[in-house]
């Protein structure tokens, strides 16, 4: 049975703070040679890697990323941390990927950020710090528009994001192109091939060896997991 690629879903969750550089470095000496983070930005418009709409589950703090300055952020510390690791910028894993040049990475592009700075905004200053990485990262998001502006502007490789499987029947997409279909495994038809107009299709979020195995067998191609290194052992063993 075919294995599947596996992306490091935001690092190595399990070992360190989610988009974190120390877990994005541990997943990639690991083996991972895709990796997938969130970017949004700060209140002073510097792209950052975080998830979440607020801080509080990740470092007990009040109020969104776009409500604290770039200095702010750096000195907010998560919650739990084995180490002092800090909100890191998009600019800073930009730097580090480049010493791992077979490393795909995939950027989310948050809709909570596009909400507070436009579309346009947004692109224009993701697109400034990820010019070393021009070629090969991934511009994804669940915002269509954001996607048909970054095609429009010729960012070269993007990926969809739909939570049902059903929304890749969305309008924007065929003109969108996108090289990669991002889709939530809970929502995938119980039985049956799993394919969409020849993008590359990528399925989160999954830790469970055997299932990742038989997805790679219905036509998935990526598996994103938060567990990086533990299914890299079981799944290429």
């Not at 997943?27 to 930005?41: F, H, I, M, N």
């Not at 947004?122 to 998001?141: C, K, M, P, Q, T």
Request: charged share 20%; proline share 8%; glycine share 6%.
């Amino acid at each position: 049975m075919p294995a599947p690629e596996l992306i490091a879903h935001r690092g190595w969750p399990h070992r360190h703070p989610e988009n974190t550089l120390p877990g994005i470095e541990a997943a990639l000496r690991a083996g991972a040679r895709y990796v997938e983070v969130d970017v949004q930005l700060s209140a002073d418009g510097v792209p950052v890697l975080f998830h979440d709409a607020s801080l509080m589950r990740l470092c007990g703090a009040p109020g969104a990323v776009a409500d604290h300055t770039l200095a702010a952020l750096a000195a907010r510390r998560f919650l739990n941390a084995r180490d002092e690791v800090e909100i890191p910028t998009l600019s800073a894993l930009a730097s580090m990927l480049e010493d791992w040049p077979d490393v795909i990475p995939f950027i989310e592009i948050k809709p909570e950020t596009l909400a507070v700075f436009g579309i346009e905004a947004v692109y224009w200053r993701v697109e400034h710090d990820l010019a070393s990485l021009a070629g090969r990262a991934v511009l994804i998001s669940f915002d269509t528009a954001f996607l048909l502006a970054a095609r429009r502007h010729g960012w070269p490789v993007l990926g969809a994001v739909v939570e049902l499987w059903a929304e890749r029947a969305h309008p924007l997409l065929p003109e969108i192109a996108p090289e990669y279909l991002f889709t939530d495994v809970d929502h995938l038809p119980a039985t049956g091939p799993l394919a969409w107009c020849g993008a590359r299709l990528a399925v989160y979020e999954v830790s469970d060896p055997a299932l990742a195995l038989e997805l790679a067998r219905r036509g998935v191609d990526l598996v994103e997991t938060f567990a990086i290194g533990e299914m890299l052992a079981q799944c290429h063993a």
